[in-house]
């Protein structure tokens, strides 16, 4: 978003709940539970399904920016995800966070399989790196050519 709205953590599956941040007068940014990584008990991971359900039904949902870490294969989740992801029929952002960590010819490696075993367009994987800032340009024109679309 180039600023810091969102509470972050070093652990991963700290978000228990739906984060709403308004951006300009007219389009939010929805952030949804880390499912992957979500640590719950069975009812609270069944709440999160729920949760994420209800904000991929939502008809004015214009598209989602999946967060996958490029260094793991897809998870059962992440699969699990793709699946719900294809029912929905919606526009999908495959953001691969973590680029920084994988040496140049790894990450090309890397972006290719995962472009393949998750059935996207080179269009809709974007490698990024939070640390070094690298592919969010990318990711933000991606994004911000998603909410055009929607407004005309």
């Keep these: 978003m180039g600023r810091r709205i969102a509470k972050t953590s070093g652990t991963p599956g700290k978000t228990r709940a739906l984060n709403v941040f308004q951006i300009g007068t007219s389009h939010y940014f929805l952030d949804l539970p880390g499912y992957g990584y979500a640590r719950a008990g069975k009812e609270q991971l069944a709440s999160f399904r729920r949760l994420l359900r209800y904000a991929l039904d939502r008809e004015r949902l214009r598209g989602v920016v999946w967060l996958l870490d490029i260094r793991h294969p897809p998870s059962a989740d992440d699969r699990t995800m793709q699946d719900t992801l294809a029912e929905g029929e919606r526009h999908v952002l495959a953001a691969l966070t973590k680029g920084d960590k994988l040496s140049t010819m790894q990450r090309r490696t890397r972006e290719r399989e995962l472009r393949d075993e998750l059935g996207r367009p080179e269009d809709q ?11 969010i340009p990318e990711l933000r024109e991606a994004i911000a050519e998603l909410v055009q679309g929607a407004v005309q």
């Design 125 to 135: 994987v974007i490698v990024t790196s939070a640390k070094t800032g690298d592919g």
